[in-house]
């Protein structure tokens, strides 16, 4: 059971690092035939075994008494089915399944829907497909930078900008007007602005107006933004637009890259990180703002079916007082800390880039970790956060798998 697991694991990560995605077409008129249990209908069709269970099939019904296929909202009140409902009797037609129910009511699903929907097929397929990178394998990539007129004016154009955002969780507009109603402009293009407690649209200089590190001039490592949300920001955006002085430049980790070589190297410690909840803290006490923000999760979340993940969490600043687990695991706990962070502090897995006025980055914070320099003189950088949800509901109503 633990090979099977574990051996299915690499396998995933295996098709993650390449980027898989599987195709979700089945091909048309494939022949089913199936076999009703006591505990669940069995389904063979396109190549694909896959069960059933009877509530759920029941509680799936997409009849117009069950469900609303105008507002695509069920009917059914799931409450009252019978725990132990099994069908009157079952049928194939043509491509689809028909179950009448004991009371005479009638269910009728396409196969190619209870293929797509079915668990066998959901634990082997990703929910994102992604591109993961180091260095070298994003410079290779040669992916071009939308330009603001384009972006602006064209869907095709920002599909383009999305398809390659979800790839690689980075994505950059240029030409883009030096204020920061360009920059709210060309985010609201793409979705919706998460309003926090440093503003909708924030811009920042080292004045430390803030109680925060990023409001000087100080390097600052690799990290993802806002981990003592409960759920932390989807996407950051960051736009320079203005920087006399030196040093400064914007450094971008591929946290998921980093965190797969993990998964590879030391299954145990991904493991560990992806169940141990940490908690993270936002407290802010000065004149004109006061704050007290906590967060708790995983380092690493993963899809328990597929083993998937969808959501880094990594900020050494921000960590707070680590008491969820006991001494003996709070070791283990900092051994894999350890190996995620040389995973991430690996040279050739940093992406360097000069946020120059006109540049906007767009960052998935769920996965891709920033950093910047070391700086002098007066630097300006202005941006804000998106809401993760309305940002992926964009993308899939241009047909993108996100
Ligand atoms: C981006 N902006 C300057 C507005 C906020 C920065 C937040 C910094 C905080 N330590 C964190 O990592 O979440
Ligand atoms: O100043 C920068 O380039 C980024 C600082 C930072 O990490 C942030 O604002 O979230
Ligand atoms: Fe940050």
Not at 217 to 233: G, I, K, M, V
Not at 347 to 366: H, R, S
Request: net charge neutral; aromatic share 12%.
């Amino acid at each position: 059971e633990m090979f099977c697991r574990l051996h299915r694991s690499v396998l995933r990560q295996a098709q993650l690092l390449r980027g898989v995605s599987r195709s979700t077409a089945l091909p048309r008129r494939a022949c089913a035939t199936f076999r009703t249990h006591e505990q669940c209908l069995e389904l063979h069709y396109g190549g694909t075994q896959m069960h059933f269970n009877y509530v759920w099939l029941r509680d799936h019904c997409l009849s117009a008494a069950s469900y609303n296929s105008k507002t695509n909202q069920r009917n059914l009140d799931t409450g009252s089915i019978d725990l132990t409902i099994r069908p009157e009797s079952t049928r194939v037609e043509e491509d689809h399944l028909v179950i009448t129910w004991p009371g005479g009511h009638m269910s009728r699903y396409s196969l190619s829907w209870l293929a797509e929907n079915s668990f066998e097929r959901k634990y082997q397929s990703t929910e994102q497909p992604r591109i993961l990178w180091n260095s070298d394998i994003y410079k290779n990539a040669n992916i071009t930078s939308s330009k603001w007129d384009t972006f602006m004016s064209c869907d095709d154009e920002l599909k383009k900008f999305l398809q390659n955002y979800l790839l690689y969780g980075i994505a950059f507009i240029d030409d883009v007007p030096t204020t920061v109603e360009a920059t709210e402009a060309v985010t609201q293009r793409v979705s919706l602005i998460r309003e926090t407690t440093y503003g909708r649209m924030w811009c920042f200089t080292s004045d430390f107006s803030r109680g925060d590190t990023a409001y000087s001039q100080l390097a600052l490592d690799r990290h993802t933004d806002t981990s003592y949300f409960q759920e932390p920001c989807g996407i950051q955006v960051f736009h320079c637009l203005k920087h006399e002085g030196t040093g400064g430049r914007t450094l971008l980790v591929d946290g998921f890259y980093a965190a797969e070589k993990l998964r590879q190297s030391s299954p145990e410690s991904f493991e560990l990180l992806a169940q141990v909840p940490v908690k993270h803290d936002y407290i802010e006490n000065t004149d004109r703002h006061q704050n007290h923000i906590t967060g708790i999760g995983p380092l690493l979340n993963v899809y328990p079916w597929n083993n998937e993940m969808y959501l880094i969490r990594y900020n050494n600043y921000d960590r707070s007082v680590l008491n969820t687990i006991s001494h003996d695991v709070v070791q283990r706990w900092y051994a894999a800390h350890r190996e995620l962070t040389t995973e991430l502090r690996r040279p050739e897995n940093e992406l360097w880039v000069k946020l120059t006025p006109g540049k906007v980055v767009f960052i998935d914070n769920w996965r891709v970790l920033h950093g910047r320099e070391s700086f002098t003189g007066s630097r300006q950088l202005c941006g804000c956060y998106l809401t993760r949800d309305d940002v992926l509901s964009a993308a899939r109503c241009f047909g993108l798998q996100a």
